[in-house]
């Protein structure tokens, strides 16, 4: 029923067509271009568009059109990784707080509140810093850890309301462990609302490293994403006479984003009984 439902969103599925053309980008992009979106060339600097590079050179002489596509793969890579590890800690501490309660609860909140209450790009920011070399590995962990409590906070009320249904009393009475009890009986209840904002959270945290990039404080060069190639318009020059340098990047964040919202907006309808589409 919910495939059905998702199958009959327009935008949902055009959105699952966009991101898969993405993907396939990232996958095949050693196929789609001969150079090295890291091999630079002073005497190739800041070139336009021909035949040779189809999107020009940037201002260290590395092709554009080669980073562009290596470069989603760093994008989604960061996007879908960073997604996964906040679900591993939204699931563990919110299915902890929820399910426990009491003093568990009120110390997982409290650190969620301790989180959620300083900006997120000061703490992020803050914390990369602190850091000698900045890796994909550490850029992802650093995304996780400043935005799990939001994810946490939604699976705690959903495990509260779970409490409170019969089954719950049923499964304890046959004598179901703590453990079975979340994987098997809250998890597959509350799977709707974290598959939503998995979604929705991938599209985030695309931005977020592309934001994080075009200030300076992403993954490092000459290493390419879609964020640190954007950081080139912070050149007016470029900005005005080279679009082909940061405009297919900015569009290719546009895209993947909207894409990913209208899916979390496609399963969103698909997962919730009383929506209007049928």
């Known amino acids: 029923m919910a495939l059905s439902r998702f199958l009959k969103n327009k935008l949902a599925v055009l959105g699952v067509i966009v991101l898969l053309l993405m993907v396939l980008m990232a996958v095949f992009a050693p196929l789609l271009t001969k150079h090295e979106p890291t091999a630079s060339n002073l005497m190739l600097v800041e070139q336009g568009p021909s035949s040779e590079h189809i999107l020009g050179t940037d201002s260290s002489g590395r092709d554009n ?143 977020i490293e592309s934001g994080m990039s075009f200030i300076g404080m992403g993954i490092p060069q000459p290493t390419p994403t879609w964020g640190n190639m954007i950081s080139e318009a912070q050149n007016i020059r470029i900005l005005r006479d080279h679009p082909e340098a940061w405009l297919p990047p900015g569009l290719c964040i546009l895209a993947t984003v909207l894409s990913i919202n209208f899916i979390g907006d496609g399963l969103r309808d698909a997962f919730d009984p009383k929506s209007s589409r049928s």
């Open 65 to 207: 059109f080669s980073r562009l596509l290596f470069g989603s793969r760093i994008s989604l890579i960061v996007g879908f990784s960073a997604m996964l590890f906040t679900l591993f800690f939204g699931i563990v501490t919110g299915a902890a707080a929820g399910y426990y309660g009491g003093k568990i609860d009120a110390v997982i909140m409290r650190l969620a509140d301790l989180v959620l209450a300083l900006p997120f790009f000061v703490l992020a920011l803050t914390i990369i810093s602190l850091v000698e070399e900045v890796t994909i590995t550490i850029f992802v962990l650093v995304i996780a850890a400043t935005t799990w409590p939001n994810l946490s906070r939604i699976i705690r009320g959903s495990f509260l309301s779970l409490r409170e249904q019969e089954f719950t009393l049923s499964a304890k009475a046959i004598g179901a462990g703590d453990l079975r009890m979340i994987i098997k009986h809250y998890l597959p209840n509350a799977i709707g609302p974290i598959v939503v904002n998995a979604t929705l959270m991938m599209a985030t945290m695309i931005i």
